[in-house]
């Protein structure tokens, strides 16, 4: 990966996030979890942003249902997480994670484009579960291409009132935070 030794604070700013993308609320503030997800293509970040629990709940539960289904059967079938699981005990750097695809396990640097994801409790330390995690374009098209035109909608919607200018690429970046 191009980005510096801690790929989970903001490539634009070189800081640490400080606010949800969408309530605007200072994280540390909150006393609850948040999400940190990054997009990159070619190397570079395209989009970033951290979210706080309640609003990615709130986006989440607007999701169809089937939608909703699509995502869990991708996560629990097109990933093998015994495997992940062992190579994640076999290291205690979570950075390890990013190396390769969780699904496909493609190199990150093979990869046109991928989506990093991680979750940090309410102190701002990272929690390492499912997450962090690594995921790669065609894997994030593939898990999209099942979404319903509804949900696809509703990432839509979330990327226009989130951030300014045009939604990068063709509305697709980003794999949610599913
Ligand atoms: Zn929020
Ligand atoms: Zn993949």
Redesign the pocket.
């Known amino acids: 990966m191009r980005t510096e030794n801690n790929p989970w604070k903001s490539s634009e700013t070189g800081e640490a996030f400080s606010h949800c993308v969408r309530c605007r609320m200072p994280l540390v503030e909150l006393g609850a979890p948040w999400l940190v997800n990054k997009d990159f293509h070619r190397g570079e970040c395209v989009l970033e942003y951290a979210i706080c629990q309640g609003c990615r709940d709130e986006v989440t539960e607007s999701l169809s249902e089937s939608s909703k289904q699509e995502v869990r059967r991708f996560l629990e079938t097109e990933i093998d997480w015994e495997a992940r699981i062992a190579g994640f005990m076999s290291s205690r750097d979570p950075l390890d994670r990013l190396r390769t ?1 969780v ?2 396990s ?1 190199p990150a640097a093979e990869a046109d484009g991928y989506a990093i994801s991680a979750l940090f409790d309410e102190g701002g330390r990272i929690v390492t579960g499912p997450l962090p995690l690594l ?2 374009r ?2 994030i098209d593939r898990l999209l291409e099942h979404l319903s035109d509804e949900s696809q909608e509703v990432w839509r919607q979330f990327l226009g009132d989130c951030f300014d200018g045009p939604p990068p690429a063709d509305g697709k970046a980003g794999f949610g935070f599913f």
């Open positions: 695809c699904a496909c493609t995921l790669c065609c894997c």
